[in-house]
């Protein structure tokens, strides 16, 4: 039972170039979101998925796109990567009264 | 809108020291709280959590009380170790979306403890 897992850990990008970001949960949750860490500013949810096939936006969507692609996996692409989108990005699938978290990617953009 | 605020970090204590860590939230109805700890290069855990006012939640030795009146759910511990450096994270669930919900989280509380 792995929970819920992140591909890659570390990822360096240059300005304008594109990438996704892979998230796996092996828990059966319907519920299943993407975050940004910042400084200072706690976490920030991006997107998130309420069951397979749905997605929503979060608080700062701007720059990204999710795909639910089955109820076990929920990916994060952006497009045109820019230096705004540093960050660490942390994948979450929840339980009833708990989220449980990837171990993250750290993503610098050049 | 929904909020949640903490107090600033970083914060330095001795082993053993007593620890608070001051949150205090701003919705509409009654969320759910929670308190979750990101030890370094790692994600974030669930620490403990309540669900109604009054609640008591408790783990590993820490304490927070849901505080309706005072909008608070502030983080205690009598005595902590070394091992407890970590970032502490305050967080709510809008109301009625506990189950699964989205979370609001603090800006975290970045906790040092030194021998």
């Known amino acids: 039972n792995a929970g819920v897992t992140q591909t890659p850990k570390f990822q360096v990008l240059k300005t304008g170039q594109s990438m996704t970001l892979q998230c796996a949960q092996d828990?059966?949750?319907?519920?299943m979101y993407w975050y940004r860490q910042d400084p200072g500013m706690g976490l920030r949810l991006i997107y998130y998925s309420a069951s397979e096939g749905t997605t929503d936006k979060g608080e700062v969507p701007n720059g990204y796109n999710v795909s639910r692609l089955n109820k076990r996996e929920f990916s994060l692409r952006l497009e045109s990567a820019a230096p705004s989108q540093t960050s660490v990005y942390f994948c979450a699938s929840s339980a009833p009264y708990t989220q449980y978290f990837g171990p993250g990617t750290r993503l610098t953009v050049l | 809108g929904n909020s949640v605020t903490q107090m600033e970090g970083p914060v330095t204590l001795s082993e053993e020291a007593f620890l608070t860590i001051n949150c205090t939230y701003t919705a509409t109805g009654y969320p759910s709280l929670f308190w979750y700890v990101q030890y370094p290069g790692e994600g974030l855990q669930l620490l403990l959590k309540a669900t109604k006012a009054d609640d008591k939640g408790s783990n590993k030795g820490f304490e927070a009380t849901y505080r309706k009146e005072t909008t608070s759910f502030h983080l205690e511990k009598g005595s902590v170790q070394v091992s407890d450096s970590a970032v502490y994270f305050c967080?709510?669930?809008?109301?009625?979306?506990?189950?699964?919900?989205?979370?609001?989280f603090g800006q975290g509380t970045e906790l040092s403890v030194k021998p």
């Open positions: 828990m059966n949750h319907n519920s």
């Open positions: 967080a709510l669930s809008e109301p009625g979306r506990g189950q699964g919900g989205k979370l609001i």
